[in-house]
């Protein structure tokens, strides 16, 4: 059996247990909007003046502003946009059109720009998400049809981790972003009919790597559909539901390294897919890895509180240290939350999707609630142990709860 059909037939065959957790019934409080704009305005206290935030790296930045411009976003609300536009036009100063050497860094800052674009309709920030695309295309940095092999595997779809000359490995986040990127921009441009269905995930991107002609919502779709078959044939081990970490292209290996945050943008990739096309496959696949992420005792703790500390390197025990780990689990919340608003939006009706949501917002009002309750000082400050005590507050433990309050506000959402 293909890959991607098996990886679909596991999906739609599986039975769901219900976590310990699911029957935690928190309620969100009256004045939710307060807690979660104070928790924003706490971050910002750190911006400079080339506007980035101290403690924290370049792609770092670009995901606090992500989960504030979502904050805005699913509340309904414009509280921060200025805040926001002002800070990425200051940062876009130190690299042109938030462009650097590291794919998955630029990706990052696209999707960044989209969102707020999605707030406030300036052209400014959807140019810069399009160059990024066509960027990546003009680096060569997406695998064409047999262009590349590894470990048996065409990497067609597959997105380079960095455009530096030699590169040899592939990624999942790199690639993950990458199919974000476009269908989100199928999305945002789509002001013509949709290719035709597919009967699973298809793929030419070959015919798209080179063309000059100019790229619209088709093309789009079809580079997230082709890059998201790459992780699902490549990288995805569908027994348990997990996006590994990429292949190294070079010494023919796969990198099997599980983080939070690449299936967790995997997740996001499915739900947008099926927005766009409505394809049940979709939706299928999107949900099942949402079920098994939230019951993965590796990432979440019996309670419900999602921890991944196995992301964090040296700590648990050292609070001040700034691995990259400290905001992955935070990622993979802003993908459930991406796929609760696409069940929301869509109307999605089939049992599973409905399921879905609600443990979604079962699981987001309970890791919110442990925020207030063992990890904050009270003062807006956060640390990094979600299940607590409130240890030390830094600009890397404050940027992975940003994502906790943007989907707080979303489930919240009448």
Request: proline share 4%; charged share 20%; hydrophobic share 35%.
């Amino acid at each position: 059996m293909a890959p991607v059909v098996e990886a679909i037939a596991i999906a739609r065959d599986w039975q769901h247990e219900q976590p310990p957790w699911a029957g935690n019934r928190v309620q969100l409080p009256a004045n939710l909007p307060n807690i979660t704009q104070q928790c924003i305005d706490t971050y910002l206290f750190s911006q400079g003046p080339q506007g980035g935030i101290g403690g924290i790296g370049w792609w770092q930045w670009a995901n606090g502003y992500t989960a504030i411009a979502l904050h805005d976003g699913w509340s309904g609300t414009t509280h921060n946009y200025q805040r926001l536009t002002n800070s990425l036009r200051k940062c876009e100063g130190q690299h042109a059109n938030f462009i650097n050497e590291f794919n998955d860094d630029t990706l990052w800052w696209a999707l960044c720009c989209l969102h707020i674009y999605n707030i406030g309709n300036d052209p400014w920030f959807l140019d810069k998400a399009r160059r990024i695309w066509q960027y990546v295309h003009a680096k060569n940095s997406v695998c064409g049809r047999g262009a590349l092999q590894c470990c048996a595997n065409d990497m067609e779809g597959g997105c380079f981790w960095t455009t530096k000359p030699g590169e040899g490995y592939v990624n999942s986040i790199t690639t993950g972003l990458y199919a974000e990127l476009s269908i989100r921009l199928a999305l945002v441009s789509s002001t013509t009919s949709l290719p035709e269905k597919h009967g699973h995930v298809g793929s030419k991107l070959q015919s798209l790597i080179g063309s000059h002609r100019k790229e619209g919502p088709a093309e789009y779709l079809e580079a997230a559909r082709c890059s998201l078959e790459w992780i699902l044939r490549c990288v995805y081990r569908p027994r348990d539901a997990v996006v590994m970490d990429g292949m190294k292209t070079r010494k023919n290996e796969l990198v099997d390294w599980t983080f939070t945050y690449t299936t967790g943008v995997t997740i996001g990739v499915c739900a947008l897919v099926y927005e766009a096309s409505r394809e049940e496959d979709y939706m299928v696949l999107a949900c099942h890895m949402a079920h098994r992420a939230m019951r993965n005792r590796g990432w979440v703790e019996e309670q419900g509180i999602l921890s991944d500390l196995g992301a964090w390197g040296k700590a648990p025990g050292e609070p001040g240290a700034n691995g990259d780990g400290v905001g992955f689990k935070s990622v993979l919340i802003r993908h459930l939350g991406t796929l609760y608003d696409v069940i929301r939006k869509t109307g999605a009706q089939s049992v599973q999707a409905r399921e879905t949501a609600e443990l979604i917002k079962m699981f987001m009002c309970i890791n919110f609630a442990s925020q207030q309750q063992n990890n904050t000082n009270g003062n807006g400050q956060y640390g990094p142990w979600w299940t607590g005590p409130f240890d030390m507050p830094t600009s890397h433990s404050q940027l992975a709860v940003l994502d906790v309050m943007a989907a707080a506000r979303l489930v919240n959402r009448m």
